[in-house]
């Protein structure tokens, strides 16, 4: 059985840090990208990074970039996004997704979803 499970969301003033995790199972880690969407209320859903298990490129979305941070344990099959310096634009569900590559516009997998709140 395929499973996505983030992990690692919650409230947090503005200026804080969280460090989002996606534990992936049930397929092969190093054939995938894995990516981070998020969705805020109202709005349309956003991709905000990816990680390409095969040979490591990894994608930040300009609004993130030099606050947001991509990264992998191949060992545990688990993406990480660090977030740094939050901002109350960041507040959205995060969700982990995985695809045969970065660029894809078809997801294969998605994850539940974890939330991210930032207060002002």
């Known amino acids: 059985e395929v499973q996505l499970v983030e992990s690692g969301g919650g409230l947090v003033q503005a200026g804080g840090s969280l460090r989002l995790s996606c534990a992936a199972s049930?397929?092969?880690?190093?054939?995938?990208?894995i990516h981070w969407f998020r969705q805020a209320p109202g709005k349309e859903r956003e991709g905000v990074s990816c990680?390409?298990?095969?040979?490591?490129?990894?994608y930040v979305t300009d609004s993130v970039k030099g606050r947001f941070t991509i990264t992998s344990d191949n060992a545990k099959n688990t993406v990480y996004l660090q977030m740094n310096n939050l901002k109350p634009e960041d507040t959205a569900v995060y969700y982990c997704?995985?695809?045969?590559?970065?660029?894809?516009?078809?997801?294969?997998?998605w994850g539940q979803g974890t939330q991210v709140t930032v207060s002002s």
């Open positions: 990680f390409s298990g095969s040979d490591g490129y990894t």
């Open positions: 049930g397929f092969t880690f190093d054939d995938y990208a």
């Open positions: 997704a995985a695809s045969r590559v970065c660029g894809s516009a078809y997801i294969n997998y």
